[in-house]
């Protein structure tokens, strides 16, 4: 059957599948034995049993259940509130003050979470404390709600990250550099968010008439830090030992469920029943990715046995396409794609056919999987399924369409990161080829 045909079989499935609720997994797996079937493959229950094993045995994948984990621990512990009370004295001098909480609340839980849904329902964590208060000082409640779903797509960029775990497994490229790699663009999102905070503070911001501000002494912002200190000890503890090669990240995932656990006790407010919940929702959570996993590698097996990744690669390169060219197309496709599935999903549906020919360009796949997680964040406040879009509906009662609105200038944001990536790599390369000298 010519490629083309098969091709457009399989499109037509998928949408149908995905339209009509089958789990993603389920898909996957479907895809590939529906595809396999056109060629005529009759070795199919072998494929799935010799994939199944590839896709869950590496040790690599055993970081996935232990960050989850860390990120259910801490959800449950007073963090959003300890972070609110330490940031809010240190950021009331500069333009914007209290909204820079909800940016850099939400980047610093990114740092030991790794879970893109733990941070949102951070962020509606946080958002419950600063958009009354914020409100109530005169902020504008656009603003306020923008930069709370724009920072919450932080989770997903800032190591460490599930989903470069999950795109580190499905492009076989080392997790260490990719968590090294993502550092200094999740640093660069932050200042872009900030940037922007504080430039629409400045020229708008003030119109509004912020109220009821309060001034902190020299004094009482040094004391505040105290609340800071053992969040940034489990940070340094986790990261630090990655980057340093001292530990693995499945090493430094468990001494980060080890440091969550502490930290709970610490700051208190996790009884037992809280701490068996983290269980529970870790191991659906991982069980679902894990499933996700399986399903992913299937269908690359099965691509490969089409041949569709190649016949794609070889026409891709007679179009002559630039890197830049392409890095273009599948940003608008990446985009598109995004507007109707969660993030985790548009990776694994998509490796198995881009990665081939994004090796073709000579595109550097630890470059191309930063990329490809700022293009997701992009997706995760774009309607109609934006993932934080729905977390900051359900608790500010506003329409849809006008929390897209406010955090359509954070798309934009995240937009001009990917501008910048591509035209200076090094910001995201400099740090994993540190780790390889």
């Known amino acids: 059957m010519d490629m083309i045909v098969i091709g457009m079989i399989l499109v037509v499935c998928m949408l149908i599948m995905l339209t009509s609720g089958v789990w993603v997994a389920l898909t996957l797996t479907g895809l590939s034995v529906i595809g396999l079937q056109l060629i005529g493959n009759e070795s199919i229950g072998l494929l799935v049993g010799t994939s199944s094993w590839s896709a869950t045995t590496g040790w690599s994948l055993t970081a996935l259940p232990l960050f989850i984990w860390m990120g259910e621990i801490l959800f449950r512990t007073r963090l959003s509130q300890d972070l609110f009370e330490g940031l809010s004295p240190m950021l009331s001098k500069i333009p914007g003050k209290l909204l820079h909480v909800n940016i850099l609340s939400c980047g610093i839980f990114a740092a030991v979470s790794g879970s893109s849904a733990a941070t949102a329902a951070t962020a509606a964590t946080i958002g419950r404390m600063t958009l009354p208060e914020l409100s109530k000082r005169g902020y504008s409640d656009e603003m306020a709600i923008g930069t709370l779903a724009g920072s919450g797509t932080l989770g997903l960029l800032i190591p460490p990250s599930i989903i470069l775990i999950v795109y580190g497994v499905a492009a076989e490229v080392s997790i260490a550099r990719l968590f090294l790699a993502g550092a200094l ?19 708008k911001g003030n119109n509004k008439g912020i109220v009821h501000d309060v001034s902190y002494t020299t004094k009482q912002q040094f004391l505040a830090l105290r609340k800071l200190i053992p969040i940034c000890i489990l940070i340094g503890g986790v990261l630090g030992s990655i980057y340093q090669g001292v530990a693995t990240p499945t090493e430094a995932a468990a001494f980060g469920v080890t440091g969550s656990l502490l930290l709970a006790m610490v700051l208190g407010g996790v009884s037992f029943a809280d701490f068996i919940e983290s269980i529970k929702g870790a191991i659906k959570n991982s069980c679902m990715l894990g499933f996700i996993l399986v399903g992913a590698h299937f269908l690359t097996l099965a691509m490969g046995f089409i041949g569709i990744p190649n016949e794609l690669a ?15 197309c599948l940003t608008i496709f990446f985009v598109v794609l995004g507007c109707f599935l969660d993030g985790i999903s548009v990776i694994v549906l998509t490796t198995s056919i881009v990665l081939p020919m994004v090796s073709q360009a000579g595109i550097d796949l630890i470059w191309f999987g930063i990329f490809l997680v700022l293009v997701v964040e992009m997706s995760q406040i774009t309607p109609p399924v934006g993932f934080n879009l729905f977390v900051i509906q359900a ?27 591509t035209a200076y790599p090094s910001i995201v390369l400099y740090l994993p080829t540190l780790m390889t000298q």
Do not use: H
Request: aromatic share 18%.
């Open 185 to 203: 663009p999740g640093l660069m999102l932050i200042s872009l968010f900030m940037l922007y905070t504080m430039t629409w503070s400045y020229f």
């Open 314 to 328: 070889s026409w891709i390169d007679s179009l002559g396409l630039t890197p830049i060219q392409l890095i273009m």
């Open 395 to 421: 608790l500010t009662g506003k329409n849809i369409l006008y929390v897209a609105k406010a955090a359509f200038p954070f798309f934009l944001m995240i937009g001009f990161g990917i501008v910048l990536i």
